[in-house]
């Protein structure tokens, strides 16, 4: 006789079709819109410093006060020719003829130069260029044109801000498709070994893809309306944040979802089923990555400011792909979606095992794992903790006080080699200068003091139209007079002061520190400015940050804890494990930047981003875990529920791990030091906190301090515990362990 069939509800044509296609077709939609605007980010997107600018430092005062004494944006390329030998007669009258070229160069005012160095053997040109238009196509013109039109065998470089803005911006150009392009490839190879399905991973890349062109429309919308500002950093951040959250959040519906197949035949209904044991963990781990990226918003950077709501959106986004587009194809797919090996319908009396030891129904490594966890849960979480704080201590090596600019771009860069080539000839800081802002009748006494201090080489006055007040400087024949009276606006005026040193270096911004100190005491108005001085202001701004945000999102992170999980100590020790987690991955990195990659430093915002990064992220699977092993402790009691719920969602974790680990890795292809770093710190870090953290130390720990996990919650009390978790026969000691 043949065993009777299990037939599940009939459920309504709109909801097993109607609603799952209009919802697929809005998400088409989404995606024909906002895939085209991708390549239309440029419009939207700066690179230049002032994007990057700390709102409230002394450098952006006095930027705001330039911009008075300035009829145009302008920012400055610096040309250098360099010869072996002494530049011949006829050499310097070529370079000198080489001005009228420059100029007629689109979007370059008058041309100062040529200067020669006191060596003989370089000129240098000072180029000013306009900055609201396309900085990067002005450089390379003005390349061209040098290198066509210098002295034969002339080395020719274009740097200075102009010439390094135009290297980052080329340096961020892959950033639109090759890394796009090795994330998804990343993510698909990783799904298809955790599938071994075809389906399957294209219907969660379709998620992650689409969630990202929703993400880019409402960011395109956002920087169209001014509401944040848009650059290369956070374009490229926001790309792999929307491709790994997205996928992670897949990844835990999609398990839910085979689950859901072993008890049903109704694709529709396991569909739903899914969708209701999974949007709670999955709308706390985003509501977390979203609150901790707009705690960035307190950062005094600009930078940090507009990565918070940019990455934010992009967090939207995916949780919304994860929780409509992606449970809409499943319901469509049904079983198909994980072919050749579709999950089966199990007996009914094998859906819900009942539970002695937690590991009933586990085989393989997730069994082994929770087999040591109930063994030796003290053991474990000691000996992990201790691990970490080894790897803590390279912390102190982490030398995260900011890089010269010259050090940002990891390639072959014309204004880098020509930065080099300015210090070899003239004073290291020529076409950089640091920028003071003082009041009129104080001006002779600030610009004395300024030529006065050590690692200035020269300062003098700006008159009108920003040319040099030069007291006894000989005209040159032909030429009008040079102007002897400065240029005032609202009783101010500037000073260029050019260093000896590189605008980008330790050495530079010292001066700039004592500049600040000496002057104050002459005008307590006075400000000091420049590359050299926004480069000292925007690390001292990132490392006050640091301080400031961190706390304010581990409490955001401790109250969505306490409220998802009813408990105030799980939350606390679940926070303490991921900053650990933190430490760890951080101390590490340090070491590898120091002594593996012979970076000369790091970023100094590179800390708070991995910390905002690998906390907010790392607490999506604390929450994945231990929302999963608080549905099974209300079933089975706490100890069996650790078991089961470890057992349960390892392998959904790992997976999760593994995919966002290779997603930021990605960042790595992109050659600017600060992500590299950034790559390296988040994808180390969710490993450890993935192989380690979550399947180790949060487990064992809470194995070890049993139903007192929960508390003051009524599931916290061991009496109720007991009543859940008593066994039919008592339990065998090997498989359970001494508790």
């Known amino acids: 006789m043949k065993p009777h069939r299990q037939h599940s509800p009939r459920v309504p044509f709109w909801l097993r079709w109607l609603v799952p296609v209009l919802l697929v077709v809005t998400w088409l939609a989404i995606a024909g819109i906002g895939g085209p605007t991708f390549g239309r980010l440029e419009e939207v997107s700066s690179n230049d410093q002032a994007s990057f600018l700390p709102a409230g430092a002394e450098a952006t005062a006095a930027q705001d006060w330039q911009a008075k004494f300035r009829d145009s944006n302008e920012i400055p390329a610096v040309i250098v020719l360099e010869s072996d030998a002494a530049f011949t007669p006829a050499q310097l009258g070529e370079a000198a003829a080489l001005k009228t070229e420059l100029e007629a160069v689109p979007s370059v005012s008058t041309v100062i130069g040529p200067i020669p160095s006191e060596d003989g053997n370089a000129v240098q040109f000072v180029v000013p260029i306009d900055s609201s238009g396309e900085v990067k196509e002005t450089v390379t013109e003005l390349r061209t044109v040098v290198q066509e039109s210098a002295p034969e065998g002339m080395q020719t470089f274009v ?78 951040i926001l790309s792999i944040l929307v491709i790994g959250a997205a996928t992670d959040y897949a990844l835990l519906y999609v398990a839910r979802f085979r689950e859901a197949l072993t008890h049903t035949t109704n694709r529709t209904g396991a569909a739903i089923t899914a969708w209701k044991n999974s949007w709670e963990p999955i ?32 967090i939207l986004c995916s949780l919304l792909a994860a929780l409509t587009l992606l449970p809409a194809m499943m319901a469509l797919l049904g079983r198909t979606a994980f072919w050749p090996f579709r999950p089966k319908l199990l007996p009914e009396t094998e859906r819900e095992p009942e539970l002695v030891t937690g590991l009933e129904g586990q085989k393989g490594l997730w069994r082994a794992t929770g087999s040591l966890v109930s063994r030796r849960p003290r053991t474990v979480w000691i000996a992990s903790v201790l691990l970490l704080l080894v790897a803590s201590a390279g912390v102190l090596q982490l030398k995260a006080n900011g890089v010269p600019q010259t050090d940002v771009i990891l390639t072959a860069s014309n204004a880098v080699d020509g930065q080099d080539a300015l210090a070899r000839h003239f004073d290291a800081g020529s076409g950089s200068p640091a920028v003071i802002v003082t009041d009129e009748a104080k001006a002779q006494e600030v610009l004395a003091q300024v030529k006065a201090t050590d690692g200035v080489g020269d300062a003098y006055l700006l008159a009108e139209g920003g040319m040099p007040i030069v007291p006894g400087a000989p005209a040159a024949p032909g030429a009008p007079p040079a102007p002897t009276a400065p240029a005032v606006r609202d009783g101010k005026v500037l000073i260029n002061a050019t260093l000896n040193f590189a605008a980008d270096s330790n050495e530079a911004e010292q001066v700039v520190v004592v500049l600040r100190e000496d002057l104050k005491k002459i005008d307590d108005g006075a400000l000091v400015g420049g590359v050299t001085a926004t480069a000292l202001d925007t690390n001292t701004t990132a490392q006050r940050d640091l301080v400031t945000i961190i706390p304010v999102v581990l409490a955001v992170i401790l109250v969505i804890l306490m409220l998802l999980l009813r408990s105030v100590l799980a939350p606390v020790l679940l926070v303490a494990s991921v900053v650990l987690s933190y430490a760890a991955a951080l101390g590490v990195s340090a070491y590898v930047f120091n002594n593996v990659f012979g970076f000369p430093g790091a970023d100094a915002t590179v800390p708070l981003f991995g910390f905002v990064f690998l906390v907010a ?113 008592e339990p065998d000691a090997e498989e359970v362990g001494v508790r």
């Not at 070994?193 to 993400?215: E, K, M, Q």
């Not at 070890?704 to 996990?709: C, K, L, S, T, V």
């Open 283 to 314: 709308v706390a781990s985003g509501a977390t990555v979203i609150i901790a990226l707009l705690c960035l918003l307190f950062s005094d950077l600009n930078s940090n400011k507009a990565l918070g709501p940019v990455a934010a959106a992009g």
């Open 159 to 236: 740097t200075g801000p102009a010439g390094l803005t135009a290297d980052l911006v080329s340096a961020f150009a892959g950033i639109d498709g090759i890394l796009l392009l090795v994330a998804l490839s990343a993510v698909f190879v990783i799904l298809l070994i955790v599938y071994r399905s075809l389906l399957l991973p294209i219907a969660v890349l379709f998620t992650s893809v689409f969630a990202l062109c929703a993400a880019i429309l409402l960011v395109f919308g956002m920087a169209k309306l001014g509401w944040i500002q848009l650059n290369g950093q956070s374009q490229g």
């Open 617 to 729: 992220l790392g607490v999506d699977y604390n929450i994945f875990l231990m929302s999963r092993v608080r549905e099974e402790s209300l079933k089975h009691g706490t100890r069996p529920g650790i078991l089961r719920g470890l057992g349960v969602t390892g392998g959904v974790i790992t997976s999760a791990g593994v995919v966002l680990a290779a997603t930021f890795a990605a960042l790595g292809v992109i050659p600017i030091m600060f992500l590299v770093q950034l790559a390296f710190i988040v994808a180390f870090g969710v490993l450890l906190d993935t192989v380690l953290v979550r399947s180790l130390l949060v487990p064992a720990l809470a194995y070890d301090i049993g139903p007192r996990i929960w508390w003051p919650s009524k599931l916290g009390r061991p009496e109720a515990d007991a009543a859940r978790s008593l066994p039919a026969t």
